[in-house]
């Protein structure tokens, strides 16, 4: 499609867009206190509410004023089973089996237990490849995990680092540090998605170069659960976890998720951090203290989940799929970034430069670096001002993120031209 700059052009994109309606389903906040909506690019740290959030958890509420503890037991969508609930909506979203996910405790927790049964190293297989530049928490998680294991972090850390002079890693440097440190990688932990530049990472060909080698692959899924379609089970992935306040809209510090591929559902032998939630459910109230794991990636659980935030999850899913699944938003994501896309490039060419890379290689998320005699952090504080929510992140990018469920073509025109006046 050509694109124009201009308003009625995005006007009639949106009146084009079958998805026009999800817009409907979610709380937009409005700029300070006016009737005008805010241009809310910052789906990918803090998703925004969806409408049915407030009657599910009220049903939860009104449930446990009305029943108490039977709340558990015979009513609709009881709590003792609520987890399994979300299952099957999950699945979809990353390309598994519904006995391949389960909803529970928080990302990096998530990470640690699944860490905990597949990070096994030996003293010939001991290292983990992961991005210099990963999120904070990763590298902090991987990090103690090697200190845990008795290895020195400096000799067990891969590190990936750029090309010089650039800031996406290629897939080419990414599979030939594979190949090179075959014999000594105990695991492989990337991100589906990097959180700095947006750029989306080929999972698929890791996963291969991964099991062409016999090494251990997880991803941390947060900036890609809800963003860009998957097919884990079919990837032969290990392992993922990812939160569900970003693209899955589900509030604050929300439960998050898990995935452990089928292959490893049955084996006795893999160890793990275990609580009773993870025992076989015909025998879990029989309270004995031998563990039997369920056949699952549930085996992994260790508490009760917090049923408010399931319900809040609950919501999430259900507004997925009112809009028809992944594949659906992926498409009009990938018009709304283009769009953005051109947007700047056409008018703000030398002012800005945009790091996220094009096409297959990028969700909703832009990165964009200031070039101009302004500060990144002054533009940031500039834009947010004038009506604008999206994100800073150290060094120097400011991410913004045109989400599909409920971002609009306008809303990118509108951007740019205060993103414009702020230059």
Same mark, same amino acid.
């Given at each position: 499609m050509a694109f124009e700059d201009s308003l009625a052009f995005a006007q009639s994109l949106d009146q084009q867009d079958p998805l026009a309606h999800m817009r409907d389903a979610f709380h937009i906040p409005k700029i300070n206190g006016s009737n005008e909506d805010e241009i809310y690019f910052c789906g990918n740290s803090l998703g925004l509410q969806p409408k049915l959030t407030s009657q599910y958890l009220n049903d939860e509420l009104t449930k446990w004023q009305q029943l108490g503890v039977k709340g558990h037991f015979d009513c609709e969508f009881p709590w003792m089973p609520y987890h399994e609930f979300l299952t099957e909506e999950s699945a979809k979203l990353v390309g598994a089996k519904p006995s391949e996910v389960v909803c529970m405790n928080s990302l990096t927790a998530n990470l640690h237990f699944l860490m905990v049964s597949f990070y096994r190293p030996t003293q010939q297989k001991f290292k983990v490849l992961i991005e210099d530049h990963a999120f904070p928490s990763d590298h902090y998680a991987v990090e103690s995990q090697i200190k845990f294991h008795g290895f020195d972090p400096d000799e067990a850390m891969v590190l990936l680092k750029p090309r010089e002079g650039e800031e996406c890693l290629q897939l080419d440097d990414i599979l030939a540090t594979i190949d090179a440190h075959a014999n000594e990688l105990a695991l492989?932990?990337?991100? %589906?998605?990097?959180?700095?530049? %947006?750029q989306v990472f080929d999972m698929q060909a890791i996963a291969d170069a991964a099991q062409h080698h016999d090494i251990v692959v997880g991803f941390d899924l947060a900036h890609a659960t809800g963003n860009v379609v998957m097919k884990l089970h079919d990837w032969g992935v290990d392992f993922a976890a990812w939160c569900s306040y970003k693209y899955l809209n589900s509030g604050p510090g929300s439960v998050?998720?898990?995935f452990v591929h089928e292959k490893h559902h049955d084996n006795a032998d893999l160890p793990r951090f275990a609580g009773w939630w993870g025992h076989d459910k015909a025998t879990r109230f029989k309270m004995e203290n031998h563990f039997i794991p369920i056949q699952s990636a549930e085996g992994w659980q260790l508490s009760n989940p917090p049923i408010l935030s399931l319900a809040a999850i609950r919501a999430s899913l259900d507004t997925f799929k009112q809009a028809g699944g992944i594949s659906a938003l992926r498409d009009k994501s990938k018009q709304l970034a283009a769009y953005l896309r051109f947007l700047l490039n056409n008018?703000?060419?030398?002012?800005?430069?945009?790091?996220?890379?094009?096409?297959?290689?990028s969700g909703c998320q832009l990165s964009i670096c200031i070039n101009s005699n302004k500060t990144g952090k002054d533009v940031f504080n500039a834009i947010e001002a004038a009506g604008v929510t999206c994100d800073w992140r150290e060094p120097n990018v400011i991410r913004v993120a045109p989400v599909p469920l409920y971002n609009t073509f306008e809303d990118c025109v509108r951007f740019v031209d205060i993103l414009e006046a702020s230059l």
């Open positions: 492989i932990m990337l991100p %589906g998605v990097q959180y700095y530049t %947006g998050a998720g898990c008018r703000l060419k030398n002012q800005v430069e945009i790091i996220t890379p094009d096409d297959q290689l």
